[in-house]
Structures are given as structure tokens and as C-alpha cells.
């Protein structure tokens, strides 16, 4: 499968506990980006890496969130001392180039308790 | 502000049946207009992207229209299949070169035998 993958692709945890998720782009493609998506919406943009440059942050992206690409390929999304209000889906996309179409993974879903 | 709206928040339709989704856009400048289609746990999959000189594009039974003078967008679907049910949603671009797009909270379209 040559898609975006996450992993993983649930994930539980209790309030105050760190989570990372992992994002594998489709190879080739320079453009990394994260959202979060919340029961009944759209997708809300975090953040895009172009290779291993941070190169926008939402708003959204408190200080407790942390995200890399270290080697400009796969992407980590860290979340420190989970809330509730972090419950949601956190996807990833990736594009070749900008202005490009961005091609979406599965998806991890988060349920913090 | 920057907003994407898209009606109706849900549909049910009979298999067989053709229907249009809405979207209108307050994004400013505009750059690009997208429709992708998300199935329940999945990522967003991309339809088809509309630039501010054109106003029709197809994808087989999918055919997106823009009017970039009224800011508004459709997506009629023909001879709608039961693997059509899914959650259909309108991204805008907001201008060249930037970065962030504004999802809308989507259309969920379920279609019954």
C-alpha cells in the first residue's frame, strides 16, 4: 500500500498521559500536514511540515502539542498531559507540492478518559 | 472571517436518485475550491478541485460547478449507489501560496436500497 499511513489507529488513554502518533507520508511527497477532526466537523489544520521544516502552526497547537520530521520523511504528533477536550480524530495528509492535492490517511482516533 | 458552509447537514436518498450538496464560501482572496468524500473512520478523499476560472468539473457520477461570483459551490451526484453513503465535504483554499484551508463541516449522505 502505497497511502498514507497512521499508526496507530486508535488510541485510549487516561487524562494527564503523553500520546504520540505517527504519520508515514507517500514517498516523494515533500508536504506533511496534520489536522484534528472533532465528531460532526470538518477538519481543523494544525500544522505542515515541508520536508523537515515546521513551517506553520495553528493556533489550535497549544504548548502542550509538539510535532517533527526529523528526516523530512515519517511525522510524529505529540500530545503532553491529555484533556478530555483532546478527544478527536488527528489526521494526516501529505502533497507532493504545494497547492497540490493533499492525499489523507486513515486516521488515529484518540478517546481520552 | 473566513467560513465554509455547506447544506444540507444530511441527506437520505433511494439508491437509483440524483442530488446536488451546497457549499458557500466567505474565504477571501480565493484560490482553489475542493470536494472530497469521507467515509466514517476514514480520511478524507479527494473528488475534485475547481480553480477561480473554471466552474464545472467531473469524476465519473460526481460533477462539482462553481460560482466564484456568488461564492458558491455544488456537488450533484447521478444515479446515486449505496457506497456513495458517506459524509461529503468543501475545502477552500484561501489564497496562492497560503498554506491553510478551510474545511467545511461537511454533508453526511446516506443512501438506502
Known amino acids: 500500500d502505497t497511502g498514507v499511513s497512521q499508526d496507530p489507529r486508535h488510541k485510549i488513554t487516561k487524562r494527564g498521559q503523553n500520546v504520540t502518533f505517527r504519520c508515514d507520508p507517500i514517498s516523494e511527497h515533500n508536504r506533511l500536514y496534520w489536522y484534528r477532526q472533532t465528531l460532526g466537523q470538518g477538519p481543523e489544520f494544525l500544522t505542515y511540515?515541508?520536508?523537515?521544516?515546521?513551517?506553520?502552526k495553528s493556533r489550535l497547537l497549544s504548548d502542550r502539542f509538539s510535532a517533527e520530521r526529523p528526516k523530512g520523511s515519517f511525522s510524529t504528533l505529540e500530545i503532553q498531559r491529555t484533556e478530555q477536550g483532546d478527544s478527536a480524530m488527528y489526521l494526516c495528509?501529505?502533497?507532493?507540492?504545494?497547492?497540490?492535492?493533499?492525499?489523507f490517511g486513515p486516521g488515529t482516533r484518540l478517546l481520552v478518559l | 472571517k473566513n467560513q465554509v458552509e455547506q447544506s444540507p447537514q444530511s441527506l437520505i436518498i433511494l439508491e437509483g436518485k440524483n442530488c446536488t450538496l451546497q457549499c458557500n464560501y466567505t474565504v477571501s482572496p480565493f484560490s482553489n475550491l475542493r470536494w472530497y468524500k469521507q467515509d466514517t473512520g476514514r480520511g478524507p478523499v479527494s473528488l475534485t478541485i475547481m480553480t477561480f476560472s473554471e466552474n464545472t468539473k467531473s469524476n465519473g457520477r460526481y460533477t462539482a460547478t462553481l460560482d466564484a461570483d456568488t461564492k458558491q459551490s455544488s456537488l450533484h451526484i447521478t444515479a446515486s449507489q449505496l457506497s456513495d453513503s458517506a459524509s461529503y465535504i468543501c475545502?477552500?483554499?484561501?489564497?496562492?501560496?497560503?498554506?491553510?484551508?478551510?474545511f467545511g463541516t461537511g454533508t453526511r449522505l446516506t443512501i438506502i436500497p
Open positions: 475545502v477552500v483554499r484561501r489564497d496562492f501560496g497560503n498554506e491553510k484551508l478551510t
Open positions: 495528509a501529505s502533497s507532493p507540492q504545494v497547492l497540490e492535492t493533499q492525499y
Open positions: 511540515f515541508q520536508n523537515e521544516a515546521q513551517l506553520e
